[in-house]
Nanobody
Framework: QVQLVESGGGLVQAGGSLGLSCGAS????????MGWYRQAPGKQRDLVAT???????NYADSAKGRFTISRDNAKNTVYLQMNSLKPEDTAVYYC??????????????WGQGTQVTVSS
């Protein structure tokens, strides 16, 4: 079992920056990828960025050039640095982890979410 805790959300002005962190605990040895998703009021939860344990990254088109995902495998932590923020980035941001266990069963785990609000 994996537990995820996000931190770093808050209120920023358009054009500003914000950094998010997500720490994993529990059976972290089985984590093969981590990432960030976001959900605005009345909208579906969408992918923002992912990173594998080997360092392969994937970004939503809206995040490319503005957001950077990174990880510290030794600390079981994933980060999201957000620059040039826009009001459309306002959402609850969720940390995600994917684990594969010895029986090859795959599980997705989610954090509780952290609010990011960008004012105009």
């Amino acid at each position: 079992q994996v537990q995820l805790v996000e931190s770093g959300g808050g209120l920023v002005q358009a054009g500003g920056s914000l950094g998010l962190s997500c720490g994993a605990s529990g059976s972290t040895f089985a984590i093969v990828a981590m990432g960030w998703y976001r959900q605005a009021p009345g909208k579906q939860r969408d992918l923002v960025a992912t990173i594998s344990s080997g360092g392969t990254t994937n970004y939503a088109d809206s995040a490319k050039g503005r957001f950077t995902i990174s990880r510290d495998n030794a600390k079981n932590t994933v980060y999201l640095q957000m620059n040039s923020l826009k009001p459309e980035d306002t959402a609850v941001y969720y940390c995600n982890a994917v684990s594969v266990y010895s029986d090859r069963t795959q599980y997705h785990y989610w954090g509780q979410g952290t609010q990011v609000t960008v004012s105009s």
